[in-house]
Every structure is written in C-alpha cells, then in structure tokens.
C-alpha cells in the first residue's frame, strides 16, 4: 500500500474488534471507523460516566454489534472475537486513570495486563484476524523528568500502578506476538499516545472534563499540578496514526509489528496551566482556576514523546496546534448545551479534521 495517510476505501468493509468502544477514545474511533464503511464490533464495560460520549453521540448507531462484558470473561471475550471473524482488533478498554489506580491497583493491575493477555489470546484462536494494535500510553516510560522527548526504545515503568500496568501490557505484546502471534502472520503492534483533549468527555480527573463541569456549574477549575507538563493533543491526532498504523499492519506485518509513539509538535507540549489559561478564554464568562489545597498522590512532572519513527516509517504527523484542539473541544460543548444533533456534529469534526489532515 504506498497510499499516505489515512485511506477510507481501506477501510471499507474491513470488520474491526474494537474493545473500550463505550469510550472517549473508542467511541470517536468508532464514528470515524463507521463514517468510512467499517463493521465495527464493539466490546466493552457500560460507559464510565453519565453523561458520556457514546451515549450522547449515538454511537450504537454505527456499530454491527455491541457487546457489554468485561475482558476478565476470556470465555466470553474468545466467543464474541469469533462470532465477530475480524480482520484487525484493536484493543483499547482499559482502566485509564492515574488517581484511580492508588484506589484500586489490583482492579488495575488485573484490567490492564489480564484483560490484555485475554484479548491476545482470544486473537489467537481467531484465525480471521491479520492484524492487532495494542493502545497504552506515554506514561509506560519509566519517567526520568528530563527535558527530552521519549523514543519506543527507551526504559519501560511507571511509578503509580496506572502507568506501570502499562508497561507491563506493552511486555506482555510484545512476548505474545513472538511467542505465538508472529509464526501465525499476525502483525500486532502498541500505540502510546499523548494526553488526549476532545468534547464528550466526562470522566473523573481528566483536566478536560473537570474544566468543563466546573465551568458548566459557574466554578473555578481546581488544578492539582499545575507546572507538570503534558503532550496535549485532540483525540483525533493519535486516532489517525492508529488506522494508518492497522493499514501497514495487513500489508506488512513483520516491518510495522512492535511499538509506536504518536504524540503532539512542540507547541502543544505545555504545563497544565497553560492549558486551563486557554480553556479559561475560549469559555469565556466567569470561568477561571485556582489551585488546590490538599495533599495531592505522586504524578509525573515532564513528559514529551519523540514521534520520529511515526513520522519517517509512517508519514503520520500531527495537524492541530493546541489551540485549535481546544477551540474544537469548547465547540463540541457549547453544541452539546444547544441540544444540537451530536453524532451528526461529532461526525462532521471529523471530516473537518481529515480534510485538514488530508492536505496537511
């Protein structure tokens, strides 16, 4: 395939496993897989907020099957991977939050690495499947707090149990694919992307959606860490080198199996304040941010990713400076406070992002 960038004919008819679909991240890869012709099967828990992005988006609609179960059900996991018979899987559910894992470790620990060596090995006795992309994060890297971005060689970590269960799901990939899944033909490779910004997200403790509640409420946004650094990006930027990754992945399993950063450019790779001083404008009216007070758990301060092998390997590459992430996340909002359509608002972000990143 020597076509660049995202391809929607590629797409059409492909039958995709998608795990997490109830998801923030799931939810909008779900529309884009549907708006191109994909057979989006869907595996996941209830979404983990009310509201939510799926709810509030329809995105049911698109899906071919949509099926709520947890991925510690391997019976239940190898039989609705099956019935599926797909081409690609693409495994996001996850438990995806930092606070959350001081809370319950174990309940982390077991969905994170367990839930992922159950769709491996669902994968492994599904013989429709060619390819499998692995999504964990940028905060796999055992963090040094230096000032240089982090390449996919590079340590695997993680302080908190959230970001070293992560880094235990990128070992476990990694020893499947060569034990079992590299022998049968399957590429399988993992995705570790920067912190994602987008409308529809209501989860707890994510900057976004704190932002927004508070706003919505007519109170200050709390910030806990206000100089940690962050990669920033729209949830659409990763989601593009995903499915241009499951792309060279069907044709060329061997040379595009393993793992992969897809982080922001420089200018989006700014401390939490900078990102909540933006929100603060583009929200207008009394919104604003005050820092909090108590005693806060053990968060990284600077992390950045280095996207040099997506973008030579791939010719992936982000498109949207953060602002412009930002504006189209207070659009979503302000929309969804209008009661305006929003699968039909969500699925028109989308084309706007790809024509952008068609002509980027």
């Known amino acids: 395939m020597e076509t660049l960038g995202v391809t929607p004919q590629f797409w059409m008819g492909k039958r995709v496993f998608l795990t997490g679909h109830t998801g923030i991240k799931g939810g909008w890869l779900s529309l884009w897989l549907g708006s191109m012709g994909a057979e989006v099967h869907g595996y996941a828990l209830e979404a983990p907020s009310q509201p939510n992005f799926f709810s509030e988006s329809s995105v049911s609609k698109v899906l071919a099957s949509d099926v709520r179960a947890d991925l510690l059900d391997l019976t239940r996991l190898s ?70 971005g982090y390449r996919e ?73 206000p100089d940690a650094v962050r990669p920033w990006q729209h949830v659409l930027e990763p989601l593009a080198g995903y499915l241009i990754l499951c792309q060279r992945l069907c044709v060329a399993p061997r040379e595009f199996s393993g793992a992969w950063n897809f982080g922001p ?40 990713l280095d996207c040099s092998k997506a973008r030579h390997r791939l010719k992936w590459h982000p498109v949207w400076s953060l602002e412009k992430g930002l504006i189209e996340v207070v659009r979503w909002y302000r929309a969804w406070q209008k009661n305006e359509d929003m699968l039909t608002f969500s699925l028109d972000q989308i084309k706007l992002y790809s024509k952008e990143h068609e002509r980027a």
């Open 79 to 148: 039989s609705s991977m099956q019935s599926a018979k797909p081409e690609i899987v693409i495994h996001m559910a996850a438990q995806a939050i930092v606070r959350e894992s001081y809370v319950n470790p174990v309940g982390t620990y077991a969905t994170n690495v367990m839930g992922t060596a159950h769709v491996l090995e669902a994968v492994r006795g599904t013989r429709s499947v060619q390819a499998v992309l692995v999504i964990t994060s940028d905060k796999c890297y055992e963090n040094r707090e230096w000032v240089w």
């Open 153 to 225: 060689n590079d340590a695997l970590g993680g302080h908190d149990p959230y970001s070293s269960s992560k880094g235990c799901a990128e070992l476990l990939t990694s020893s499947w694919y060569r034990s079992f899944l590299k022998d049968l033909g399957i590429g399988v490779a993992t995705a570790r992307a920067g912190n994602v910004i987008c409308g529809g997200d209501w989860a707890a403790d994510r900057l976004v959606a704190d932002a927004v509640r508070a706003f919505m409420d007519n109170e200050s946004l709390v910030l806990r860490n």
């Open 265 to 304: 450019g420089e200018g989006s790779i700014q401390p939490v304040s900078r990102l909540a001083d933006v929100l603060v404008k583009l929200w207008g009216g009394e919104a604003g941010w005050k820092l909090a007070t108590n005693a806060q758990p053990h968060e990284a301060v600077m992390l950045k």
